[in-house]
């Protein structure tokens, strides 16, 4: 493997080269194992992505495991209170601790299932059995990586030097904050395997030009679906609905921007639900409670976006995680997690069917064009068409993309 990366790395700028501005990316970029191993390297492990919510492990012992193509770290509270990242890798040699998406650790204790060696939940080892008089087992604990929880919202990075998270806390603070995600717990979660690369699904996340054809009941529902230009008049009366009600929300558009410049990159924009709609429901009614600084729904919706991974979706009764899970050239796994406030009751609140039906049908939606997309350009006679006026986001992922790669 380590030869086709390097054979790789040494037709990357020939191919980097190749591509028309403003067009999708040829076609080895989405179908060339060596060139995923180059994305790993040169992209998606130096940047933060979200590992999940906080409420997910609220109790001691409590943990996630978060994989990233073949990395793979355990997310735990400890005894403290603290959050830690720990890699999924024994120091002894090598096997995995923890398997699963979630548990409990038995009294505090992660033991590997081969050899036995057990660490604390700072990454301690605590024990290894029949181990030489030179043994250092203060030598030996788990790895860390670092984490930042920020409105509720676990990030961590494999990087070595991980990028400047500063602006992007600040600007989660100051959005996320007035949703009260902080505040809030995971009502539902569900896990899609799609069936293709991992750049064709954030493409698709970050363009709205499907939406009409592929999304008609997202469509309905969001003014985001039509041409900015269309929509003016509708996006001004949202933003006024907000102010009436004390919203403030900033706008930022830094996608990408800090490619080179150490430091994450962060979006966040606003756009409103056409008239009626308060929520992303079936019936346009707001589900039972209200989160964070919401005394009544403002009609419109916030979309977040840290690093190439992370994406999230405001509402002011609920809130959606998406984290994008690369796995290998041609699988890429997403999970969306759905939030509500953290005092919320079931079955009294919110309805979890109401809560979560528009986007699980996206998202299954979602899973299907990709595919099909993954499909076709896996034909020897593909070529990138160019993007529309509707695909800004896609063309400037591209464009970060292709930078990172080259750098």
Known sequence: MRKSIEAAAAQLPALIQ??????????????????????????????????????????????????????????????????????????????RLCTGRAGKAAAARLTCPYHA????????????????????RSEMGLKTLPVRVIEGLIFTTFAEQPLDFAAAEETLTRSAGVYGWARAKVAHREMYSITANWKLAVENYMECYHCQPAHPEYAKRHVYARPPEMNVEVERAGRRRAEILGIVVPDVDGYGCAAGAGQESISIFRSALYEGQLSATDDGRALGKLMGSFSASDGNSTYFDIGPLSDFLAYPDHGVIYRFIPRAVDRTEMEVLWLVDEAAVEGTDYDVER?????????????????????????????????????????????????????
């Open 117 to 136: 060696w057990t660490y604390d939940l700072d990454g301690n080892l605590l024990a290894a059995r029949l181990m030489p008089e030179s043994f250092r």
């Open 355 to 407: 809560l979560t039906w528009l986007w699980k049908t996206t998202s299954a939606e979602d899973k299907k064009i990709v595919e099909m997309n993954q499909a076709g350009v896996n034909s020897r006679f593909f070529e990138p068409g160019p993007y529309s006026l509707q695909e800004t986001y896609a063309d400037r992922f591209v464009c970060w993309y292709l930078q990172e790669l080259s750098s």
């Open 18 to 95: 190749s591509r028309r501005p403003g067009h999708a990316l040829p076609r080895e970029f989405y179908t060339e194992a060596a060139i995923f191993e180059c994305d790993m390297q040169s992209m998606l492990l130096k940047h933060w992505f979200c590992a999940g919510h906080a409420s997910s492990i609220a109790r001691p012992g409590d943990y996630l495991v978060v994989d990233l193509g073949e990395e793979s770290v355990i997310v735990v509270r400890t005894p403290a209170g603290e959050v830690r990242a720990l890699l999924n890798v024994c120091r002894h040699r090598g096997s």
